[in-house]
């Protein structure tokens, strides 16, 4: 019988977080776009813990959402639970983070990829990706046989290729939730000269609600006024019903079993090849390297609405069921329990990162990108923003625009991209706050004002959310302007306002903005000392707020900032031999020649390229203005 041909503009391998933004992004960008899963029913599927945001991933949804991604509604349309995290530290820190009903979640997706014109849902494992002479991807082959021809790809792999998990003992070569594995893709890619990692990560037990005892864990509440993640949700629409977790502790008997069955543990016996997450430790690592701690936290957090599903957070373990078990009947409340899916560990195929460009199209296969778990990374939504920055430089590749590359000064988005394809990375790599050296300016409350140019440059942001957020930026503007020309005097009426604020009486006059630097006030309570004050959305006085207060460490940033943009304005060639360049260490001529910066900025992050030889390449690129002025002006055209 005639294998199936069929056409496409984007090819999408994965239904995952990464490849639903991924997808999305083309087929709404009006590229004919097709997605593959291995499972229909793994689309935004999360085989993990049930929540969207937390620390640094909250900016992540809220950075998605800003340049017209998915993840941010849907969450919205799907949570159970919500909280701003590190409400009592600065702004910078904060982060929104909801439970999610997980199988709410991925219908909603799915329901959302079905009504998307121009993209079709396939389930079948993509085996081959298939390029011409001059490695330009021009489709990919099925395990039945089928070819789907497309001008760019886009691999979403997640935790799928050649994956096997592990309960002690027990191996069994599938996917997450027992999900068939993909096993064939991972050869052709090698094939294509594509360097392939081993990593894991692992999962905890799900335990039967009915089997818990709560009186004896610590209720976890969700916010009185919620949040929503996505500028466009109504506020009024997330003020819903909440559902609570629950907050206990592991002991030293909890401790003591698992020192006892380490050598049954596949993590410690060598079973297991891949290397794990160092940010989310399993227990069993939790308590080998952390050995002095009688204690660790668990959250108990519900799977959903209509199950009975909790899930055991911060107990992800390898340990044989029979230990599993033991251990979890030790922490109080869980003295009954009854496990509805044990606890696993998972290993996989990715990539090293360091093989793709910024736009995360792969440096040797042309048309070919990627995003998620596969670039070696890990988590919900570090797999969606770099889906959705992969969907995006595929059609922009295909409609002939420039690509999307934010800066780590634009994103914390920037950062996670920048830091794969730079840095040597051996272990799944998770956002982090402290990984943004310009936070203080990357915060999840003004993601819209950062980003919103670029969605809509791309196509996906809408006119009219494109305008209201430059209508809210003058806003902004003015209003800051404002109240550092409101003069308030030194008279009676103020100073009996700072004694019933707790504030020293004034000496002399002030601004209102002056006075709204001072901790105990903020822009609501001034609101009597400044008659005049316009009648502004809520969302415009807390970036007033917020960038007066902190109006000191915002300018210093800035000003960072401007050096930083000059490194990353003094553009390098790419496909350049730096051997070319006399004076280079060899470790630093081997990296340079491997990972390709586009940027002097991008140079000096490459672990082992030192200062010096940053100043040897800026040497060089001085001279080539008289050794090579077509060069040097191509690089440099726009710069200087
Ligand atoms: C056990 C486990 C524990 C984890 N722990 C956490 C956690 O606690 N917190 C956290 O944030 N993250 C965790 N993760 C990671 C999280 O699941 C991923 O980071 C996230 O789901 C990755 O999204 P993705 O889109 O990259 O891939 P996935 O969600 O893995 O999706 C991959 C998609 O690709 C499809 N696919 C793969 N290969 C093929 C092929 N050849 N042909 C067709 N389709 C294919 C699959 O069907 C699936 O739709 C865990 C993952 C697992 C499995
Ligand atoms: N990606 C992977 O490969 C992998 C592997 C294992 C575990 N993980 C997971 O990554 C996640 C991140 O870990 P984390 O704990 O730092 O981040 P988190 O986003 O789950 O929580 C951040 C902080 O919020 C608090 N918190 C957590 N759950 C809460 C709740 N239900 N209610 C109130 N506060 C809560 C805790 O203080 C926690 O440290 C975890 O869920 C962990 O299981 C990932």
Known sequence: MPAIIENYDVCVVGAGHAGCEAALACARLGLKTIIFTVSVDSIALMPCNPNVGGSSKGHLVREIDALGGEMGKNIDKTFIQSKMLNKSKGPAVHSLRAQADKAAYSMEMRKTLQNTENLTIKQIEISEIITDENNNITGVKSVTGATYNCRAAVLCTGTYLRARCLTGEYINE????????????????????????????????????????????????????????????????????????????????????????????????????????????????????????????????????????????????????????????????????????????????????????????????????????????????????????????????????????????????????????????????????????????????NADLRLAEHGHRVGLLSEDRYQWVKEKAKMIKEEIERINEVKIGANKKVQQFLEQHNSIPLNTGVSLADLMRRPELDYDSLAELDPDRPNLPEEVKNQVEINVKYEGYIKRQIKQVEHFKKLEKKKLPTNFDYSNIGGLRIESVQKLNKLQPISIGQASRISGVSPADISVILVYLEQLKYSNPDLFYQLNGNNE
């Open 174 to 445: 599938t996917g997450p939730n027992g999900l068939q594995a993909a096993t064939h893709l991972t050869d052709s890619l090698k094939e294509h000269g594509i360097e392939i990692y081993r990593f894991k990560t692992g999962t905890p037990a799900r335990v039967d609600k009915r089997s818990l005892d709560f009186s004896k864990m610590q209720e976890q509440l969700g916010d009185e006024k919620v949040v929503p993640f996505s500028f466009t949700t109504n506020p009024e629409d997330v003020q819903i019903d909440q559902i609570s977790c629950w907050l206990t502790y592991t002991n030293e008997k909890t401790h003591e079993i698992i020192r006892g069955n380490l050598d049954r543990s596949p993590m410690y016996s060598g079973v297991i090849e891949g290397t794990g997450p160092r940010y989310c430790p399993s227990i069993e690592d939790k308590v080998v390297k952390f050995a002095d701690k009688n204690r660790h936290q668990i959250f108990i957090e519900p799977e959903g609405l209509n199950t009975n599903e909790m899930y055991v957070g911060g107990m992800s373990s390898s340990l044989p069921e029979d230990v599993q078990l033991e251990m979890y009947r030790t922490v109080p409340g869980m003295e009954n329990v009854k496990i509805v899916r044990n606890a696993y560990a998972i290993e996989y195929d990715c990539i090293n990162p360091n093989q793709l460009y910024a736009s995360l199209e792969f440096k040797n296969v042309h048309g070919l990108f990627s995003g998620g778990q596969f670039n070696g990374s890990s988590g919900y939504e570090e797999a969606a923003c770099q889906g959705l920055i992969a969907g995006i430089n595929a059609a922009m590749k295909l409609l002939d625009k420039n690509p999307l590359i934010l800066d780590r000064s634009e994103a914390y988005i920037g950062v996670l991209i920048d830091d794969l394809v730079t840095k040597e990375n051996h272990e799944p790599y998770r956002m982090m706050t402290s990984r943004a050296e310009y936070r203080l300016l990357l915060r999840q409350d």
